[in-house]
């Protein structure tokens, strides 16, 4: 499934990810594998945090957890000076060098921003795991720090849920001196270019990826002035608009009538039958074989999908043809040019997340734990393999319409479906109820990724 990097985070999170990156004390301390549990599970923001190699860790009545799998994609600056012994976090400054004098007694030293970071020695201290190399960080301590509010649930094993707080001033550890209060600046006067730009995207009323990281659909832009953004927000602004601008925004069906490609849902009747699905492909085909013979690469001959996705996606109440046009656009035309494979039937990149997965130790856990009880004899995961497996076309095709379901809405599958996405407890049900709602969360950043599967696919297979 679709992930991209921003420097600029909410401070809360970046400052989350950066308490973890915290290394050994001198007492370095060896934890045995029985020690990890994958009864703890931790929630941000209601959002569970999949571990799949190194689980949460309870010792003494303290909660541990590992820094890759709390901290990863978030973005941070992270540096290691090996002569100092000390980690260079920077989020706020683009670059602080090491502290001159390093800890006498060899400790490594958390450096944010330039300054030194503590962890009250009564909390629990930062160790590793010398058979994994996982560097685990006292979970209180990180919530404290940065006022989180953490809930423990004993209830059925235990879960700790952690939200973060609203504002974006609030990072205890490295809390820089207010500066003595002076008269607002004056404003400089706004530039028409500027509030046509914020007009210009308002009327797409799709979602756009800002630099802290949040989500916004640009309708809300037509409430905002330019004075609300950077000038290097707006400048990305316009980058924005010049790749929507190859789109537009209206769309012709084939009914005739004329609609607003952000008003296309994901569930719906298709509006295209298998037959005009597989008419499509078959006047595509000619042209990926050219091709992939100039590529000098061998042509994945394209399975026939097309009522699978019409049928299966019927019964959910998804639009099967516009999902094949996504399952088109996500395979390259089932050339599969990524790191899932054809044999795999997997279309929609399912758990594929750029790393394979790892020992069959791992395997097994995750199946029974990180897949979500999915049904083991449709889908598997394999050492040394990126994604999903599945065992046929149709588990295939039924996992990428539950995947989508759970983005177009907050309902539980319907009766006597069995679960077979093995992501689809992840997803923030009824997130995207539109296939532009996709753009920043199926797909990151994702700008022009709904508008893509409508107009470069979905339009030629409907002409």
Same mark, same amino acid.
């Given at each position: ?24 004390? +001198?007492?370095?301390?060896? /934890? ?36 890759? /799998? ?53 909390? !629990?201290?930062?160790?590793?795991? $010398? ?10 301590? /990180?919530?404290? =720090? ?17 939200? $973060? ?14 500066? /003595? ?20 995207? =308002? ?44 789109? !537009? ?12 490609? *952000? ?29 992939? *013979? ?34 088109? $656009? ?18 929609? !990149?399912?758990?594929?997340? !750029?790393? +394979? ?8 856990? *995750? ?25 046929? +076309?149709?588990?295939?095709?039924? *996992? ?9 809405? $907050? ?53």
């Amino acid at each position: 499934m679709p992930k991209h990097k921003t420097r600029k985070m909410t401070a809360a999170v970046c400052a989350f990810a950066l308490a973890t990156c915290m290394a050994v004390s +001198p007492a370095e301390k060896a /934890v045995s594998a029985n020690e990890s549990s994958n009864d703890i599970r931790i929630n941000i923001n209601d959002q569970p945090v999949v571990f799949t190699d190194q689980y949460p860790v309870n010792i003494d009545g303290r909660i541990y957890v590992p820094l890759r /799998v709390i901290g990863e994609d978030l973005g941070a600056k992270v540096d290691w000076v090996e002569s100092t012994r000390q980690v260079l976090i920077n989020w706020k400054k683009e670059n602080t060098p090491s502290l001159i004098t390093p800890s006498p007694s060899g400790e490594v030293q958390i450096i944010i921003d330039g300054r030194l970071l503590n962890i009250p020695a009564g909390y !629990g201290q930062p160790y590793i795991i $010398k058979s994994s190399g996982r560097t685990m960080i006292p979970l209180r301590a /990180v919530g404290e =720090a940065l006022s989180c509010q953490i809930e423990w649930n004993n209830l059925n094993g235990l879960a700790v849920n952690i939200t $973060k707080p609203l504002s974006d001033d609030i990072i205890a550890p490295v809390e820089e001196p207010r500066p /003595v209060e002076s008269p607002e600046p004056v404003k400089p006067p706004i530039d028409p270019a500027d509030s046509q730009l914020l007009k210009d995207l =308002a009327d797409y009323r799709t979602n756009l990826k800002l630099m802290d990281g949040s989500v916004i659909n640009s309708a809300i832009l037509s409430t905002k002035e330019p004075g609300n953004y950077t000038a290097e927000q707006l400048s990305i602004f316009r980058t924005y608009r010049e790749q929507l601008s190859k789109y !537009g925004s209206t769309l012709l069906l084939p009914n005739g009538q004329t609609t607003n490609a *952000a008003d296309i849902s994901i569930m719906g009747n298709s509006y295209l039958t298998a037959d005009q699905l597989r008419s499509w492909i078959a006047a595509e085909t000619p042209r990926l074989k050219d091709k992939a *013979a100039a590529n000098g690469l061998q042509f994945n001959e394209i399975p026939d999908l097309a009522d699978l996705y019409i049928k299966i996606g019927a019964e959910y109440g998804i639009r099967g043809d516009l999902a094949f046009c996504q399952a088109a $656009k996500e395979t390259g035309y089932w050339q599969y040019t990524g790191d899932v494979q054809p044999w795999q039937n997997n279309y929609c !990149g399912l758990w594929a997340t !750029g790393s +394979p997965f790892g020992g069959m130790d791992t395997l097994k856990k *995750a199946e029974l734990d990180s897949l979500n009880r999915c049904d083991p004899n449709q889908i598997r995961l394999e050492k040394g393999i990126h994604g999903a497996i599945f065992a046929t +076309p149709e588990a295939g095709v039924e *996992a990428h319409i539950q995947h989508l379901y759970a983005y177009a809405t $907050k309902s539980p599958l319907p009766a006597g479906k069995v679960l077979v996405d093995p992501r689809f407890v992840l997803v923030n049900k009824g997130i995207a109820p539109t296939w532009l709602g996709l753009n920043a969360r199926w797909a990151v950043p994702g700008t022009t990724y709904g508008q893509s599967i409508i107009y470069d696919y979905w339009c030629k297979a409907a002409r």
